[in-house]
C-alpha cells in the first residue's frame, strides 16, 4: 500500500498559546500543521498552499476572523477550502450565524473538547484525501486516454502500411507467380515434343506448385482483408444470400455431384453480405471436399431460431473431425491432411472464425470421425439488434 501523503492544516490565532494548544491537541494527527498568527499572514500562506481545512480565531487585532475568511472565500484556490472558527469570546448565536454566513462550516468554542476537535478535524483530512485520490485518478485517466488515442493513432498507421503492404504482395508477388504458371504450361502445351515424361512431369508441377502459392498468397490477402475491414451491419436475406452461394458454387456442387439441400425459409439476420458469403462458401467448399473417396456429398443448410440470434447449421456426410481438433481447425494454416489427399491452404476455417468475430456471432462444431460434420453459426436476429 502507498503511504498516505499528510495533508495541511492551517491554524490561525493571535495568540501563540492558543497557537500550541491546538497544536498540541492535533499533533496526534500526523498532519502537517501550519500557524499563523494573523489574518494577513494566514491569506499569505493560503496563497502557497492547500489546505484540508483552517481552524481560524474570531478575535484578533486588525483584520479580524470573519473579514479573513471573507477574503479567504473571495479567492478562487481557496474558495472552497473548510473553515472551522475557533473563538472564546462569545457564546452568542448572533456571532455563530455570522460565521455561518462568512462560509463556516464549524464553530467552536474554547476550551475545545480535544476528541471533538481531532474527529471533526479528521473529517476534513480525510475529505481532502478523497478529494486528491480523486484528481489523481482523473490525472491517470486522462493520461490513460491520451495514450489510447496516441495508440489508435500508431495502430491506423500500422493498418495503412499493412494495406498497402498487402497491395503490394498480391500484385507484385501474384505477377511472377502467374508468369511460372503460364510459361510451365505453356512448356507442356506447346513444347511436350521435345520433353521426356519426366520433363513434362516437372513443368506441371512447378505449374501446380505455383497456382498452389497463389491461392495462399490470395487466401492470406482475403484474411487480413476480413481482419481490418469497416464492416456495416445490417439486415440479411438468408434465402437470397443461400441462393447467390448455391449459384457461384454450381460447378463444383456439379463435378463432385453433391446434394445440397436448404430447409426453407430461412430468416433475416443481422450481418454484411459479403462477410457472410465468405463464411458459408467456406464451410460449404469444405463439405463438399471432405468426403471419403467415391461417396457423393449431401449438404444441408438450415437454420433454427434462437432467444436472441438465429443459428444456421451446415451439415454435411464427410470424413468427420475427432473433438480434439476442434478448436485448433479455426487457426491459420491447421489442416488435419496432407495436400494430395484433399488440396487446400489452411485458412478457410481461420476466415469463417475471424468473420463469425467480426459479425457479432458465435460459431461450433460438431463432429466425430466417419459421422460427417455439423458446423453451427449464431447470427444476431434482426430486431434484437436493432
Ligand atoms: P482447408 O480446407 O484449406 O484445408 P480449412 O481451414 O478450411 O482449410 O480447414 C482446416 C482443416 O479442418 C481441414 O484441412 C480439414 O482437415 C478440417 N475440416 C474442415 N472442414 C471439414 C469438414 N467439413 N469435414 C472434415 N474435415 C474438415
Given at each position: 500500500m502507498i503511504p498516505e501523503e499528510k495533508t495541511n492544516i492551517l491554524l490561525v490565532d493571535d495568540s501563540s498559546d492558543k497557537l500550541l494548544a491546538l497544536e498540541s491537541v492535533l499533533a496526534d494527527l500526523d498532519q502537517n500543521l501550519v500557524k499563523a498568527?494573523?489574518?494577513?499572514?494566514?491569506?499569505?500562506?493560503?496563497?502557497?498552499?492547500?489546505?484540508?481545512?483552517?481552524?481560524?480565531?474570531?478575535?484578533?487585532?486588525?483584520?479580524?476572523?470573519?473579514?479573513?475568511?471573507?477574503?479567504?472565500?473571495?479567492?478562487?484556490?481557496?474558495?472552497?477550502?473548510?473553515?472551522?472558527?475557533?473563538?472564546?469570546?462569545?457564546?452568542?448565536?448572533?456571532?455563530?450565524?455570522?460565521?455561518?454566513?462568512?462560509?463556516?462550516?464549524?464553530?467552536?468554542?474554547?476550551?475545545?473538547?480535544?476528541?471533538?476537535?481531532?474527529?471533526?478535524?479528521?473529517v476534513f483530512v480525510e475529505l481532502e484525501r478523497k478529494t486528491q485520490q480523486i484528481r489523481r485518478q482523473a490525472e491517470q485517466l486522462g493520461q490513460l486516454n491520451q495514450d489510447l488515442t496516441r495508440r489508435s493513432a500508431e495502430i491506423e498507421g500500422i493498418n495503412k502500411e499493412l494495406e498497402s503492404f498487402s497491395y503490394t504482395i498480391s500484385h507484385d508477388l501474384r505477377a511472377p507467380l502467374r508468369a511460372m504458371q503460364g510459361l510451365?504450361?505453356?512448356?507442356?502445351?506447346?513444347?511436350?515434343?521435345?520433353?521426356?515424361?519426366?520433363?513434362?512431369?516437372?513443368?506441371?508441377?512447378?505449374a501446380g506448385a505455383a497456382s498452389r502459392m497463389d491461392s495462399l498468397i490470395q487466401d492470406l490477402l482475403e484474411y487480413s482483408r476480413l481482419s481490418r475491414a469497416q464492416l456495416e451491419l445490417k439486415a440479411i436475406n438468408l434465402d437470397l444470400l443461400v441462393d447467390e452461394l448455391l449459384t457461384e458454387n454450381q460447378s463444383e456442387i456439379d463435378e463432385r455431384q453433391a446434394v445440397v439441400t436448404v430447409r426453407r425459409p430461412l430468416p433475416e439476420v443481422r450481418g454484411h453480405a459479403t462477410t457472410l458469403m465468405q463464411i458459408l462458401t467456406n464451410l460449404l467448399s469444405n463439405a463438399l471436399k471432405f468426403v471419403r473417396p467415391g461417396v457423393k456429398p449431401a449438404v444441408s443448410i438450415r437454420a433454427e431460431p434462437q432467444e436472441n440470434s438465429h443459428r444456421i447449421w451446415v451439415e454435411d456426410n464427410g470424413i468427420g473431425i475427432a473433438p480434439e481438433h476442434h478448436e485448433r481447425i479455426f487457426r491459420v494454416f491447421e489442416?488435419?491432411?496432407?495436400?494430395?489427399?484433399?488440396?487446400?491452404?489452411g485458412i478457410g476455417l481461420a476466415i469463417v472464425h475471424k468473420g463469425i468475430e467480426r459479425l457479432g456471432g458465435r460459431m461450433g462444431i460438431e463432429s466425430k470421425p466417419g459421422q460427417g460434420s455439423r458446423f453451427w453459426l449464431d447470427l444476431p436476429k434482426v430486431q434484437e439488434a436493432a
Amino acid at each position: 500500500m502507498i503511504p498516505e501523503e499528510k495533508t495541511n492544516i492551517l491554524l490561525v490565532d493571535d495568540s501563540s498559546d492558543k497557537l500550541l494548544a491546538l497544536e498540541s491537541v492535533l499533533a496526534d494527527l500526523d498532519q502537517n500543521l501550519v500557524k499563523a498568527t494573523s489574518g494577513k499572514e494566514a491569506l499569505r500562506l493560503l496563497l502557497q498552499q492547500d489546505f484540508a481545512v483552517i481552524l481560524l480565531d474570531v478575535n484578533m487585532p486588525g483584520m479580524d476572523g470573519f473579514e479573513t475568511a471573507a477574503l479567504i472565500r473571495q479567492r478562487k484556490n481557496s474558495q472552497y477550502t473548510p473553515i472551522i472558527f475557533v473563538t472564546a469570546i462569545s457564546t452568542s448565536e448572533a456571532l455563530m450565524y455570522k460565521g455561518y454566513a462568512y462560509g463556516a462550516v464549524d464553530y467552536l468554542f474554547t476550551p475545545v473538547i480535544p476528541e471533538v476537535l481531532r474527529s471533526k478535524v479528521m473529517v476534513f483530512v480525510e475529505l481532502e484525501r478523497k478529494t486528491q485520490q480523486i484528481r489523481r485518478q482523473a490525472e491517470q485517466l486522462g493520461q490513460l486516454n491520451q495514450d489510447l488515442t496516441r495508440r489508435s493513432a500508431e495502430i491506423e498507421g500500422i493498418n495503412k502500411e499493412l494495406e498497402s503492404f498487402s497491395y503490394t504482395i498480391s500484385h507484385d508477388l501474384r505477377a511472377p507467380l502467374r508468369a511460372m504458371q503460364g510459361l510451365s504450361n505453356a512448356l507442356v502445351e506447346d513444347y511436350s515434343h521435345c520433353l521426356e515424361p519426366a520433363g513434362q512431369d516437372y513443368a506441371r508441377r512447378i505449374a501446380g506448385a505455383a497456382s498452389r502459392m497463389d491461392s495462399l498468397i490470395q487466401d492470406l490477402l482475403e484474411y487480413s482483408r476480413l481482419s481490418r475491414a469497416q464492416l456495416e451491419l445490417k439486415a440479411i436475406n438468408l434465402d437470397l444470400l443461400v441462393d447467390e452461394l448455391l449459384t457461384e458454387n454450381q460447378s463444383e456442387i456439379d463435378e463432385r455431384q453433391a446434394v445440397v439441400t436448404v430447409r426453407r425459409p430461412l430468416p433475416e439476420v443481422r450481418g454484411h453480405a459479403t462477410t457472410l458469403m465468405q463464411i458459408l462458401t467456406n464451410l460449404l467448399s469444405n463439405a463438399l471436399k471432405f468426403v471419403r473417396p467415391g461417396v457423393k456429398p449431401a449438404v444441408s443448410i438450415r437454420a433454427e431460431p434462437q432467444e436472441n440470434s438465429h443459428r444456421i447449421w451446415v451439415e454435411d456426410n464427410g470424413i468427420g473431425i475427432a473433438p480434439e481438433h476442434h478448436e485448433r481447425i479455426f487457426r491459420v494454416f491447421e489442416r488435419l491432411h496432407a495436400s494430395d489427399a484433399y488440396p487446400g491452404t489452411g485458412i478457410g476455417l481461420a476466415i469463417v472464425h475471424k468473420g463469425i468475430e467480426r459479425l457479432g456471432g458465435r460459431m461450433g462444431i460438431e463432429s466425430k470421425p466417419g459421422q460427417g460434420s455439423r458446423f453451427w453459426l449464431d447470427l444476431p436476429k434482426v430486431q434484437e439488434a436493432a
